[in-house]
């Protein structure tokens, strides 16, 4: 069982929640906090050998932490999810193939995709794959298009593994902090389209990429995971195309295992990530 708790931080917030443990013979196989002394705010996840009555322990819990904590008892087990694709096949691939081997962590429910490029692969992997274009369509009908197939499914969270479309503030506040994207740069760095035109442009010696919880601004929601490699002055912008999209790959999955771990905590548009 997991439990996960955010609230404002106080003296002896620790010892009351293993306190708790104690008294329901909970065993504590893992602990991990965190305090951010700027904010005042305590994050902590649990991981106890065997269950309780979840309902019980929460109960016992919120006597313990101050007023209007955030408590997750084993919070979403089994995450489901969709994802969202373009053209680029590669983010998905590597999902499919951890779905299918059980080791993604999450059931793949669907792939939704406003092109139908991606659509063959998808069937190799007996994954419905729904075709939702945005050319020649009003962006609003776009998305409800989108969010009454999403709702088909209610999925725990949406993945947009390279989906190459800007979301409207309408379609991100129905799944807040519910949708994650993997952005090809290193960001705050080259935001938007193209970055690694940008960074080529620019004469950059590090390119990466990073996953992140998608916001009403454009590539700055709270950051999950990022990694960079280096480059120099050889590489064409096509190769720091190819070489990119294997850390796309890398961190999304980084990111995903993060997430469906419960070991993301979200506080304004930051995260605190127990590694």
Do not use: W
Not at 22 to 38: F, G, P, T, Y
Not at 169 to 177: G, N
């Amino acid at each position: 069982m997991i439990i996960v708790i955010q609230c404002i931080d106080q003296v002896g917030l620790v010892a009351a929640i293993t306190k708790v443990m104690a008294k329901e013979q909970l065993n504590i196989v893992s602990m991990r906090e965190h305090v951010d002394q700027a904010q005042n705010r305590f994050f902590m996840r649990l991981e106890i050998s065997h269950g309780g009555d979840g309902d019980q322990l929460e109960e016992k819990l919120r006597s313990v932490l101050p007023a209007n904590a955030n408590i997750g008892i084993n919070p979403l087990p089994e995450k489901k999810i969709i994802v969202m694709v373009t053209k680029e096949y590669h983010c998905l691939a590597d999902i499919l193939i951890r779905n299918y081997y059980g080791t993604l962590g999450a059931t793949v429910l669907a792939v939704i995709g406003n092109h139908a490029v991606l659509e063959d692969i998808c069937k190799r992997f007996d994954m419905p794959f729904y075709t939702i274009s945005h050319e020649h369509i009003r962006k609003e009908q776009f998305e409800e298009e989108i969010a009454a197939t999403i709702d088909q499914y209610n999925p725990d969270y949406i993945v947009l593994a390279k989906f190459m479309r800007i979301l409207s503030p309408a379609l991100v506040a129905r799944f807040p902090m519910r949708i994650i994207n993997i952005h090809h740069s290193f960001l705050p760095a080259f935001i938007g389209a193209n970055p690694y035109k940008q960074a080529f442009e620019r004469g950059v010696k590090l390119i990466g990429a990073t996953a992140h919880f998608v916001s009403n601004e454009l590539d700055e929601g709270p950051i999950i995971a990022q990694q960079i490699i280096s480059v120099n002055h050889s590489y064409t912008a096509a190769d720091m195309v190819k070489a990119g999209k294997e850390i796309e790959t890398s961190v999304l999955a980084t990111a995903l295992k993060m997430v469906f771990e419960d070991r993301v905590f979200v506080y304004r548009n930051k995260t605190v990530v127990f590694d």
